[in-house]
């Protein structure tokens, strides 16, 4: 059986991460796909804040160095 491990903070943006019950924040647990080409598979995921997985829609520039960082 496969899990998966849940990060206590953001790997990206370093913010604590928690289980929101009932509405999505920023610093809820979200499932990113690493490349969208490829359906969402163990080796293809990673857990990340739902800020982060969002950022391509709003954000800063400070969020985007983080951003560019974490993947190079």
């Known amino acids: 059986m496969y899990h998966l491990e849940y990060p ?5 943006l370093g913010i604590p991460m928690v289980f929101n019950r009932g509405k999505v924040q920023d610093n809820s ?3 990113d796909r690493i490349d969208n080409t490829i359906g969402y598979q ?5 857990i990340i804040s739902y800020r982060a997985n969002m950022l391509k829609n709003n954000a800063s520039s400070a969020e985007l160095r983080m951003l560019s960082q ?3």
Do not use: Q
């Not at 206590?8 to 990206?12: E, K």
């Not at 163990?42 to 990673?46: A, E, G, K």
């Open 8 to 12: 206590l903070t953001c790997p990206i």
């Open 29 to 31: 647990y979200s499932i």
């Open 42 to 46: 163990l080796d293809n995921i990673h």
């Open 70 to 72: 974490h993947f190079n």
